[in-house]
């Protein structure tokens, strides 16, 4: 997933969050994330809609975040909602299939994050 993507997933700014990771790169090795190279780049700004360059968009690469990336975002950022998916990846996830009430959990957690 693109870094502005998780962003505005956790309710941050993407500076806020490339500023974490740079703070905590120790915990991103390259099988978590990597910048695009910019042929990547346009290629994906070809493919869908990013803000152009002239008109104050990235002025970077985006970072991309692979699954475990994801999680590790949650453990470092400070938001309601990487707090409430950090705590679901380490109660649910891994009883999942054995846990007949995971199902309720993960609603649950749902609506706290929905604000229900």
């Not at 990771?21 to 978590?32: A, G, H, S, Y």
């Not at 990235?58 to 949650?74: D, H, N």
């Not at 309601?80 to 009883?95: D, I, K, M, R």
């Amino acid at each position: 997933m693109l870094d502005s993507d998780l962003a505005e997933f956790y309710g941050v700014e993407t500076r806020i969050l490339n500023e974490q990771v740079k703070r905590n790169i120790e915990r991103f090795p390259l099988q978590f994330m990597f910048r695009l190279t910019n042929k990547e780049y346009k290629n994906l700004m070809s493919q869908i809609a990013i803000s152009s360059t002239k008109h104050g968009g990235r002025r970077k690469l985006p970072y991309v975040f692979t699954e475990q990336g994801v999680a590790m975002l949650s453990a470092v950022l400070k938001s309601e909602t990487a707090t409430v998916s950090e705590v679901l990846e380490e109660t649910v996830t891994p009883n999942f299939a054995s846990s007949a009430s995971a199902n309720s959990k993960v609603k649950n957690i749902k609506k706290v994050v929905n604000n229900e």
